[in-house]
């Protein structure tokens, strides 16, 4: 079994001057992996008792006690009640959780220093709402029992000086970038909605299911104002039991193939979500976009990754790579924030060649 890696944070150029440790925050964004999703068919470079629920909670509390955040924002966590609640509580924090609707066992949470942070204010999203008055065949697109949660905490004895957290988790499957797409949307409207109250400076974490050259990402850190390229992405079959070739003719190539109707409405929705709506709100930086200076990616890495400047990955098995979970801030803040924020360090990676000795993350 290959040894355990020790990470260490990396000081973002021109950002280390600023040295009031008073008002420093650690933020950590993780996804557990819900018990329900763990199968030795998907992980095949784990044992079957490295994958029990016991062993796996005892690594996670060790995980969470060594890196020592004061904010916390997982996903996919189930046992909140049985486990998290109470061993978190042992560590000093204190959790918000959103359940997933319809029956699903995991959720999200949010978890801070009790002994750092006032609560001003919360409010739990369920992506479901976005469902709500539409045809059967659009409900059945939305509906995808994702949650997210906004969080405003202040420091203690500082009531000017805090932050709003977000934490998400969208939709999975690579199909539906429309889905995916809503979601994110729902989201900035209601960060911009929820902040009006407390004006602080807004975090963003999750599992956005979101490579960097995803259409999703460029809109939520590009803008994309010109989407005439890339609306089809948004027009895929929900072929969920099938695997998608490049030449299936479900799929519709260019938006100058769109003859029906509702493909029609589909892309004129479409524009108007990426080239209005979105435009409502900040562009969005991800706090990773500094790694590629940092820590050069190696020749493997040049090779297999297809995005630059961000780190090279957060997810790996055995036939798949990529950069699912990010942490952003907004590049534009409104101009009565309370106070500002600025991203000072990050987590170095394991390189490509670690993460093959370890056969996979998770």
Avoid at 119 to 138: F, M
Wanted: proline share 5%; hydrophobic share 35%.
């Amino acid at each position: 079994m290959a040894s355990p890696y020790v990470r260490r944070m990396l000081a973002i150029p021109a950002a280390s001057t600023l040295t009031d440790p008073q008002h420093h925050i650690t933020i950590m964004s993780y996804n557990v992996l819900a018990q329900a999703m763990v199968s030795r068919t998907w992980f095949t470079y784990c044992s079957s008792g490295a994958l029990k629920v016991k062993f796996r909670q005892a690594n996670l509390k060790k995980e969470i006690t060594e890196i020592n955040a004061d904010v916390v924002c997982l996903q996919e966590v189930d046992f909140y009640k049985e486990f998290w609640e109470g061993m978190m509580s042992d560590l000093g924090y204190t959790g918000i959780y959103e359940a997933r609707p319809c029956g699903k066992k995991d959720g999200s949470a949010i978890f801070f220093r009790s002994n750092k942070f006032q609560k001003i204010a919360y409010k739990g999203l369920q992506y479901n709402d976005l469902s709500v008055g539409l045809t059967s065949s659009e409900e059945q697109e939305l509906q995808r029992h994702n949650v997210g949660q906004i969080l405003s905490l202040c420091l203690n004895g500082h009531v000017n000086h805090g932050i709003t957290i977000t934490n998400t988790h969208l939709f999975w499957n690579w199909r539906y970038e429309y889905t995916r797409l809503k979601q994110v949307i729902m989201l900035l409207k209601e960060i911009k909605e929820f902040n009006t109250e407390s004006k602080f400076p807004v975090v963003l974490c999750g599992d956005w299911n979101a490579n960097p050259d995803s259409s999703v990402y460029k809109i939520l850190t590009e803008g994309l104002k010109d989407c005439d390229k890339i609306i089809h992405k948004f027009l895929l079959p929900a072929k969920e039991n099938s695997k998608l070739e490049l030449d299936d003719p479900n799929i519709v190539a260019s938006p100058k193939e769109i003859t029906s109707d509702d493909d029609k409405k589909r892309v004129e929705h479409v524009k108007y979500l990426i080239e209005q709506e979105r435009s409502k709100y900040s562009l969005l930086r991800n706090v990773y976009d500094s790694y590629s200076s940092l820590i050069p990616p190696t020749d493997d890495e040049k090779v297999e990754m297809f995005w630059n400047d961000v780190q090279p990955f957060s997810n790996v098995t055995e036939t798949w790579r990529g950069v699912l979970d990010h942490i952003f801030v907004e590049k534009n803040p409104a101009p009565d924030q309370r106070c500002s924020l600025l991203p000072l360090r990050i987590m170095q990676m394991p390189s490509l060649e670690e993460a093959k000795k370890q056969k996979g993350l998770p």
